[in-house]
């Protein structure tokens, strides 16, 4: 089994906006949060609990700030993925996101950086790069930003930003259960 995760970094603190937040990806917050005050427990919480949750039509999200960034963790893998749902919450917000996707097991990594549209994305799968669009970032200098992006270079560039996708501090760590709105519903029934 290998190691997954996504992370979405916003920069700036904005927990307070989570509702506004969360209701771009279509989610509506059943205001049953959960609060763990280390990313270990709260990582357990979130990747041993999200399929049982999902299969109710609700999303375990985590939720916490760090460094200056507003943090998201989507166990799921999926709202990283959300183009232009995280386009409309870079101007929500009127600021810059980034995304970060690591699945080791499929050897999938990917980062993106939205700041009122898409400036940069690169992805690579199963040693093979699959999107990179864009013009390389200063925070990328140094890396393997080719076939051979793996987990160490995401981990390095998040941390060139100040963003910390594996969070070692003890911080307050938010898990909101968010029920599916009837837009998402209807969306998944096509599928």
């Known amino acids: 089994?290998?190691?997954s995760n996504s992370i979405i970094a916003i920069k700036g603190e904005h927990i307070h906006r989570?509702?506004?937040?969360?209701?771009?990806?279509?989610?509506?917050?059943?205001?049953?949060?959960?609060?763990?005050?280390?990313?270990?427990?709260?990582?357990?919480?979130?990747?041993?609990?999200?399929?049982?949750?999902a299969n109710k039509e609700i999303a375990l999200r985590g939720i916490w700030i760090d460094n200056g960034w507003t943090m998201i963790c989507d166990p799921?893998?999926?709202?990283?993925?959300?183009?232009?749902?995280?386009?409309?919450?870079s101007k929500?917000?009127?600021?810059?996101?980034?995304?970060?996707?690591?699945?080791?097991?499929?050897?999938s990594y990917a980062f993106s950086k939205f700041d009122l549209a898409k400036t940069r994305s690169f992805f690579v799968s199963k040693g093979k790069?699959?999107?990179?669009?864009?013009?390389?970032?200063?925070q990328e200098k140094g890396f393997n930003i080719n076939e051979?992006?793996?987990?160490?270079?995401?981990?390095?560039?998040?941390?060139?930003?100040?963003i910390n996708i594996n969070p070692?501090?003890?911080?307050?760590?938010?898990?909101?259960?968010l029920a599916y709105d009837d837009e998402l519903k209807a969306q998944l029934a096509r599928l």
Do not use: H
């Open 168 to 177: 070692d501090s003890r911080l307050d760590y938010v898990v909101k259960e």
């Open 18 to 53: 989570s509702q506004e937040i969360f209701r771009i990806f279509n989610y509506i917050d059943n205001k049953k949060d959960q609060t763990f005050y280390s990313w270990d427990q709260a990582s357990e919480y979130l990747f041993t609990n999200y399929v049982e949750f």
């Open 1 to 3: 089994m290998g190691f």
């Open 76 to 89: 799921e893998l999926v709202d990283p993925t959300e183009e232009n749902k995280i386009i409309n919450l």
């Open 129 to 138: 790069v699959v999107a990179n669009a864009g013009s390389p970032l200063l």
């Open 92 to 107: 929500l917000l009127n600021t810059e996101v980034w995304t970060f996707l690591i699945q080791t097991s499929s050897a």
């Open 148 to 162: 051979n992006f793996c987990v160490g270079e995401i981990s390095s560039i998040g941390k060139n930003l100040g």
